[in-house]
């Protein structure tokens, strides 16, 4: 997880520049049996998604750690927070409150809920206290990676 880290900051490039990303991974970081690449995309989406709904300067916090025998990482921002209904965030071309000027298709969030699914895990998203939003993903530390392809988040 360390190493897909810096690689995934590292491709960011202005996004992290324009948003410190302040990481706190657990040193006892196990091994987990993931696609690398799928999961390297979940993380650039969710970062992308915090840089983009919160102001230039704003920390991301990122954190990874084991409960209860799954891999937990996290992406929080200090941003406007989320709507009631966080379940729908994950669904195809659903995109944020403050979306009306920005651009995308509202597709990153259903393809990580893809990715994370894929490989056994589960997604979340939460307003955080004092503001802002959390999104959550687990993935479990046992089995086997699945095959490296991505899921078409239009079907």
């Known amino acids: 997880m360390e190493e897909g880290v810096g690689a995934v900051l590292n491709r960011m490039g202005r996004i992290v520049t324009d948003h410190p990303v302040n990481t706190c991974l657990a040193p006892d970081l196990p091994f987990a049996p993931f696609d690398d690449l799928l999961i390297h995309q ?35 921002a200090r941003g406007p927070g989320l709507p009631a209904d966080t379940d729908r965030l994950f669904d195809k071309f659903v995109r944020g409150a403050d979306s009306a000027s920005r651009k995308g298709a509202g597709l990153g969030l259903t393809i990580c809920r893809g990715i994370i699914e894929l490989h056994g895990g589960r997604i979340q998203a939460e307003n955080r206290p004092g503001g802002g939003a ?14 490296a392809t991505l899921p078409d988040p239009l079907t």
């Open 42 to 76: 979940v993380l650039v989406n969710l970062l992308e998604n915090a840089a983009r709904h919160t102001p230039p300067g704003t920390p991301i916090d990122l954190s990874a750690c084991v409960k209860d025998q799954q891999l937990v990482v996290e992406v929080a």
């Open 134 to 147: 959390v999104f959550r993903f687990s993935l479990p530390l046992e089995g086997s990676p699945p095959p």
